[in-house]
């Protein structure tokens, strides 16, 4: 018999809740303000970036520092799909820019995924970057300025049109199904014969590979699909903001994304969402900060940034989820115990 | 030698090398070693330390390429293949220097094994839960490496000698035909120890087993032949008794007690 399996009860209880909060997050739009359901939406497009990145750094082990290539490939497919004054149609546009993005993926990861530690690391950024100065220097999609997304795209089929991409409670929508149906593809593929062997790539690859696993294929599977989910989030981004730029695709963003899983916690699926929001949260925090005296305390909001993310690598080497796990065993006096519903044990 | 008799277990060899050979800068780790496994035989390499005797247990698996020579695997040449493609032709090894996946529990390691005999892994929604044939090939495993009670510890709480048994019940969960075992024994308590001497001997029956190990007692009570490996080269080699009473390797090695724990 298979052991280390979570009692019924408590899985159910899990996804109960994780439902209560889905149709929680779903009611916001009838509560809250425009501004503040797009913030929401926007840690959302994040969370799915974060999610994404994490299945390579936090269960792989490939620490990839390029990783908004992705995210910024399936914004610009989006942009270019638009014809100028008119709009895509979503049904094509959006498994055509995830595809994309699958494709950029399986196209460099083909190259990075054969080169270990330091170096892959180096090659990812490398190859974001060529990508950012692609886009930068030539003028196929607006250079510098970027490229608007004039109108949005049209979700009718046949004549029916059964959400409206113009209003921004109904992007919201399809941003929280879109987060959900990421979550679930991920909580899947984690458990599966896949999944299990990304863990075994990241604690031992050479022992894989001497129990018989071709880890280059899995490791480029995993960096393929890792990219498609990353176009998720982007074309989500270019769609909401309407304005893609090579800023979607620079390396502060793939800096950015992988201090928000590092801080919520790799290895994990809560804890880049987590990240996410701890992120936006704080960096809507500090950019409203006043101005005290003669300093202007919230147009130096990336050195609290700074701060703040020295002083939790510091505090919280295990990011937020971390700090939180250590916490209720403190206050149910457990000893440290493996997630049952995780397939990753941390080193 | 004449060419191989059809009788009983004089068959063709199951695992072969000729003339393997491999440098480390001017240093020559493995020089010119040829030998044979057979089928349902225990065939086991000692040596002092340093004798390149791991060398050329990884010279085997593919985790080295030899600097010269030719290795065998049921008749196909597997010089070139990587680790991976022999390890699914049916060889299995341990590691002399513990070499599993330490955050996961005994079973989740036996599984990972298990899971590599089962076809492709690029399979992404069923659970490994409910693998059934999975599951059941890691606690059979796990079970013959006498660990059926220790299934669900995570490895990196084990003591040292059980995790030489993850070793084994990892070796055993990809099914091999061929099993190179570097130093199983080393580091186990005495009962374990006897009970992986028992192991090896149920298995020699349906395998064909290199067997590096320093415990003498279990080499001459296992072993059918016997290969001393002195600075890279076989000094002699042949069944247990010869190698007993042989003068080269009296002079050389088993005469010398000191070389062989040390
Ligand atoms: N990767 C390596 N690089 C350089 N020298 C090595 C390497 N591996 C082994 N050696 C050397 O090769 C010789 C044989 O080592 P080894 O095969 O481990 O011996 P044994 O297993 O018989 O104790 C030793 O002198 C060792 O220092
Ligand atoms: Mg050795």
């Known amino acids: 018999m298979p052991p280390s399996h979570s009692a019924p009860g408590r899985t159910a209880a899990r996804v109960m809740l994780q439902i209560a909060l889905l149709l929680a997050l779903a009611c916001l739009p009838w509560f809250a303000e425009k501004y503040y359901v797009q913030f929401v939406a926007r840690i959302l497009i994040m969370g799915i970036l974060a999610m994404s990145l994490d299945l390579l750094l936090g269960y792989t082990g490939l620490v990839s520092f390029g990783h908004a290539a992705f995210y910024g490939v399936a914004a610009y497919s989006l942009a270019m799909l638009t014809p100028a004054y008119q709009a895509a149609w979503f049904w094509t546009s959006f498994p055509l820019a995830v595809l994309g993005a699958a494709a950029a993926g399986l196209a460099i990861g083909f190259f990075v995924v054969r080169t270990h530690g330091i170096y892959f690391i180096m090659v990812t950024l490398a190859f974001a970057q060529m990508l950012f100065f692609l886009f930068h220097d030539t003028r196929i999609a607006g250079g510098n300025d970027g490229i608007y997304i004039d109108v949005r795209p049209d979700t009718t089929i046949l004549g029916w049109k059964p959400f409206d991409l113009e209003r921004y409670d109904q992007v919201y929508l399809l941003v929280l199904v879109l987060f959900a149906l990421v979550w679930m593809f991920l909580r899947i593929l984690l458990r599966s014969r896949f999944g299990h062997v990304l863990v075994g790539i990241r604690v031992n690859e050479h022992r894989m590979r001497s129990l018989g696993f071709e880890t280059f294929r899995y490791k480029l599977a995993c960096f393929t699909i890792a990219a498609a989910l990353a176009g998720i989030a982007g074309y989500l981004s270019a769609l909401q903001f309407g304005v893609v730029n090579p800023e979607f695709m620079g390396w502060h963003q793939s800096a950015a994304v992988m201090m928000m899983v590092i801080l919520g916690g790799m290895g994990t699926l809560i804890g880049p969402v987590l990240g996410a929001s701890a992120w936006m949260l704080l960096e809507l925090g500090f950019q409203s900060l006043p101005v005290a005296g003669s300093i202007d305390l919230g147009k130096h909001w990336q050195l609290w940034m700074g701060a703040f993310i020295v002083l939790t690598a510091l505090l919280l080497p295990s990011g937020l989820l971390g700090a939180w796990s250590a916490l209720w065993r403190r206050l149910h006096h457990q000893t440290p115990a493996l997630d049952a519903d995780d397939p990753v044990a941390k080193p | ?262």
């Open chain 2, 1 to 262: 030698m004449k060419g191989a008799t059809i009788l009983g277990k004089d068959r063709a060899p199951v695992l072969a090398t000729q003339g393997l050979t491999r440098h480390f800068g001017g240093l020559t780790a493995v020089n010119d070693v040829s030998i044979e496994l057979m089928m349902g035989t225990i065939h086991a390499v000692i040596g002092p330390n340093g004798a390149g005797k791991s060398t050329l247990m990884n010279l085997l698996s593919g985790d080295l390429f030899p600097s010269a020579g030719h290795i065998h695997l049921e008749g196909d040449a597997i010089t070139h293949c990587t680790p991976p493609q022999r390890s699914l032709r049916g060889l299995g090894r341990s590691y002399q220097k513990t070499n599993v996946f330490l955050p996961l529990t005994v079973f989740e390691n036996a599984r990972l094994a298990a899971q590599s005999r089962a076809g492709s892994s690029l399979r992404f929604f069923r659970p490994v839960l409910h693998e059934a044939t999975i599951n059941e090939r890691a606690q059979l495993a796990i079970d013959a490496a006498g660990l059926g009670a220790r299934s669900d510890r995570v490895v990196a709480t084990l003591s040292h000698g059980e995790q030489r048994q993850v070793e084994i019940a990892m070796a055993l969960a990809t099914a091999p035909r061929v099993l190179l075992l570097d130093e199983p024994l080393a580091g186990m308590g005495a009962e374990e120890s006897s009970a992986i001497v028992q192991l090896l001997a149920r298995l020699r029956e349906s395998h064909a087993i290199l067997l590096v190990e320093h415990d003498m007692d279990a080499v001459f009570s296992l072993a059918d032949t016997l290969t001393v490996m002195v600075n890279g080269t076989v000094l002699e080699s042949g069944p247990p008794a010869f190698i007993r009473s042989s003068a080269a390797v009296q002079a050389a090695y088993l005469g010398g007690d000191e070389n062989m724990h040390a």
